[in-house]
């Protein structure tokens, strides 16, 4: 049964606001810096030891995408995340990709067995 036309467009608002949001390991790294607090864009910088115009355009991705959320303190900027279930749903990923890696690695494991359990010849 082909997918209605609903969740097509659910699915493409999902990708063109959070996927492509996530698209750059700095700005999840970003992120997860993000969700020990509100953090300055220079804090965040020196956190991540990336220099600060790099980490605003980041955060004018995140921002545009509704991934984080500012406000202005004085002459400062904080940011901080606009939903904690951002986290939840990276942890998810991050599980997701570990247990990828460990079938991968008993099934070369499998594949090739050591040296040590090869029958004598």
């Known amino acids: 049964m082909p997918l209605n036309q609903e969740l097509r467009d659910e699915i493409n608002r999902l990708h063109a606001n959070v996927c492509a949001g996530l698209a750059d390991p700095t700005r999840i790294l970003i992120l997860y810096t993000l ?45 901080s995340l606009s939903d904690e279930r951002i986290i939840q749903a990276l942890d998810l990923l991050r599980a997701v990709l570990a247990d990828n890696l460990k079938k991968q690695v008993a099934l070369a494991s499998n594949v090739n067995p050591s040296p040590e359990s090869a029958p004598d010849s």
């Open 35 to 79: 969700s020990d607090g509100p953090y300055p864009v220079g804090k965040i910088a020196r956190q991540l030891d990336t220099n600060q115009p790099t980490i605003s355009r980041h955060l004018q991705v995140l921002r545009e995408r509704n991934l984080v959320t500012s406000q202005r303190e004085g002459h400062r900027v904080f940011y």
